[in-house]
């Protein structure tokens, strides 16, 4: 790996009005020694976990329910696989930081990086129970999603970004469904490229992941396992982990094959070097 990673400035003095000092009462961070492990021991342990942001419009807490396991160079469905990019660069850096990308040209997802630094692999989380902050999650949920003008840019998820819809005043969004699936998750919290690298392991990021009063890994009866969503390769690995019974899980889907688009037939071109019309 080459350079610094740049994991945001968040430099800001937490204090007690200071929306990044901001965790959910009694809650405890998970330290960082719990993501230097494998991505297949981390993701299951991290259900019934949560995941909050301090945004300056608020904060939004929700509890973890449903993750994908990334094992990195070793996992061909892993963005890692081919090698470190400018844009996974987050993934080959040191555990518990988030690596967010951008995907279908408008939505985010966020992974949670596990390993030492080098080994590339990370959880995905793909479904949460939102707990605090619902009406927010819900407000977030209704603006239309629009691209980020360049990396780093405020996504959906931001402040002040996007315009509620057509007749999203009168739409409800069942808690159940605020953050269920990880696009949705996503824009539920506000988070977007601006918290790639974030670190969720720091009292002073707005970014967390921690646990609550009470709190113990669940039982293996208590979590169910699967291939993962909507990948072609290493489809079969049963390495996405979900509490049984939750609400909040997503729905499954293959991977559906692109459709092929034959080009166009045209003629021999003139001779002439001109277009064929």
């Not at 996974?88 to 967010?100: Q, R």
């Not at 999203?168 to 969004?173: E, L």
């Not at 509490?243 to 499954?252: H, K, M, P, Q």
Request: charged share 20%; glycine share 12%.
């Amino acid at each position: 790996m080459t350079g610094e990673l740049d994991h945001g400035d968040f430099s800001v003095a937490a204090t007690e009005k200071s929306p990044r000092s901001w965790a959910p009462p009694g809650s405890a961070l998970l330290p960082r020694e719990f993501f230097d492990r494998s991505a297949l021991a981390v993701a299951p342990e991290l259900l019934g976990c949560v995941l909050w942001h301090a945004a300056p419009e608020g904060p939004v807490a929700a509890v973890i329910v449903e993750v994908e396991a990334y094992t990195g160079r070793t996992d061909p469905a892993s963005h890692a696989y081919r090698g470190q990019t400018a844009r996974n660069t987050v993934m080959f850096g040191p555990p518990g930081h988030a690596y967010v990308y951008f995907t279908y040209g408008m939505h985010f997802c966020v992974n949670l990086v596990c390993e030492p630094a080098g080994e590339s692999s990370a959880v995905l989380l793909r479904a949460a129970r939102v707990i605090e902050g619902a009406d927010l999650a819900a407000e977030r949920r209704l603006r239309r999603p629009r691209a980020p003008a360049g990396p780093g840019a405020a996504g959906p998820g931001a402040a002040g970004s996007g315009a509620t819809g057509p007749g999203a005043a009168g739409r409800v969004i069942a808690e159940r469904d605020l953050a269920r699936g990880p696009a949705r998750l996503c824009q539920a919290l506000g988070i977007d490229r601006s918290l790639d690298g974030a670190e969720v392991c720091a009292a002073d990021s707005p970014l967390g992941v921690g646990t609550l009063p009470g709190w113990a890994p669940a039982s293996a009866d208590a979590v169910s396992t699967g291939p993962r969503v909507g990948i072609s390769q290493a489809a079969d690995r049963p390495w996405r982990f979900w509490l049984t019974g939750e609400r909040s899980v997503s729905v499954y889907r293959r991977s559906a094959p692109r459709r092929a688009h034959g080009k166009p037939v045209t003629g021999r071109a003139p001779s002439d070097g001109t277009m064929l019309r």
